[in-house]
């Protein structure tokens, strides 16, 4: 049976895909399973320098698994509460928390529908490019539900604290030039030219300064919860050791030497 979720590597560009295109790629508890080990999997991969994560056929990822929830019903609400909490807690909050570890750039290519944890799983990634007729949802509320996959984390940093609450309370639908005003896009293209985009910045990424990709994602990281004081000191230490690569060699020497840095990641 094929998985779900899967993990491809090539060329040091590693794709982990959402895999159930005949259900929009809906979250299932197979597919939770699946993309906690994917993850696992992709954290303990030594020959990875950029990640994309996308959806299989037509979409990103749909929420839920509508019909999966379904199933539940037929449980008391007191067993329908502790398997749902040990659902998130067993394969969705460490699928977040480790792709928010990883040191490379992670690319979300967003084509179709993301909504629910599908919309979380965006917000998580360090870019996003979507196609410009994909449609977006937070969808929770529209079920009954609390967001989950870390929205209630990435949304209002993104958008604010009042448009956070309004886009979980409402659960509006709203269009890809929307979610680049939102800030929730890093860019829209035409859906046709959606996967050369995503490859020319997945390469241009990989042959960047890998060490200061990794700086640059634990500063903005950690600037949430540091007083100015810690941020620059925290800068200080991380431009110190970035001086210490030899990527910062090569890039002082390629720019006076006027040409394209080769960094090596080292």
Known sequence: ??????????????????????????????MMEDLAAAARALKARTDVSVVVVTGAGAHFMAGGDINDFARQLGQSPQARLATFKAMIAQHINPTVEILQSLHQPVIAKVRGACAGFGLSLMLGCDLAIAADDAVFTTAYAAIGLSADGGMSYFLPRLVGRRKALEMLLLADRFKADEALR????????????????VDTLAARLKAGPRHAYSEFKRLIADSDDNQIEAQLQSEAEAFARCSATADFAEGVTAFLGKRKPGFQGR
Do not use: K
Request: charged residues 15%; negative net charge; aromatic residues 0%.
């Open 1 to 30: 049976m094929a998985h779900t979720a899967t993990l491809d590597v090539a060329d040091g560009v590693a794709t982990l895909t959402l895999n159930r295109p005949d259900q929009l790629n809906a979250l299932s508890l197979e």
């Open 182 to 197: 939102l800030g929730l896009l890093s860019r829209v293209v035409p859906a046709g030219e959606l996967d050369a985009a």
